[in-house]
């Protein structure tokens, strides 16, 4: 299954500090051949990283898009242009998306059918709450969250790659237990109707990315505040697994 690092830079860095960042982790992760490196700048900076990214082994992705092509959606974007700046991957469906600014799974489901339609490769982060965690109600919330979010695409889930993020992990300083995310990742496996690429992202750092990484039933890691920092990107761009 193909291993995959993606950072998540979020609202952070200029387009002046993104052009810094993006030539660092370029030389931090040399060229690596094993598995694929993604990074999500934010809107205004995209261009500028793309651009200097172009011909390497670094791909760029987008932290959101609209489900509709054009139209009057002020402050939205299109993936239409996404993919004409060079843009291959997008985040749908981020637990800040859901939970602060209220996308429903019905949204994201949208979202996704375009991104398929426009060849967007969609990561599509699912997780549960603290105190949907403490409920005992992890598998049903992740249930709900693939069904209705993959629902008329189940077929399709082979072209993406899913993210499991335990909200309650996510710029807490705590992280899931490599056993707890394999469980989750297993659980999710099990769900879809195609074999699938499953990242976990909550607090990952140079620190705990290989023990997260060692287990079978993860592919790879989505990282956040790490992701801003070059070298700690790319120790764990770098990580050797079993």
Request: aromatic fraction near 4%.
């Amino acid at each position: 299954m193909e291993q995959v690092i993606a950072g998540n830079w979020k609202m952070n860095l200029d387009p002046a500090a993104s052009r810094i960042l993006v030539q660092q982790i370029l030389i931090e992760i040399g060229v690596v051949r094993e598995r694929t490196i993604i990074v999500f700048p934010p809107f205004t900076s995209l261009l500028h990283v793309a651009e200097i990214a172009r011909n390497s082994c670094l791909k760029i992705g987008a932290q959101n898009m609209h489900w509709e092509r054009k139209g009057a959606y002020t402050g939205e974007i299109s993936g239409l242009f996404l993919t004409s700046i060079g843009v291959e991957y997008v985040l749908i469906g981020h637990s800040e998306r859901r939970h602060i600014l209220g996308e429903t799974d019905e949204m994201l489901n949208r979202k996704l059918k375009t991104a398929l339609d426009i060849g967007l490769i969609s990561i599509l982060c699912v997780g549960e709450t603290e105190t949907e965690k403490e409920q005992e109600q992890t598998e049903e919330v992740i249930e709900k969250q693939l069904h209705e979010g993959l629902k008329g695409i189940e077929k399709e889930v082979h072209k993406m790659i899913i993210a499991y993020e335990p909200v309650w992990a996510i710029g807490t300083g705590k992280t899931a237990t490599p056993e707890q995310a394999a469980s989750v990742h297993a659980f999710i496996r099990k769900n879809l109707k195609k074999p699938s690429t499953i990242l976990y992202g909550g607090s990952v750092k140079p620190e705990n990315a290989e023990e997260i990484m060692a287990q079978e039933e993860i592919n790879g890691v989505l990282v956040g505040g790490a992701s801003l920092n070059a070298a700690a990107f790319g120790q764990i761009a770098r990580v050797k697994v079993p």
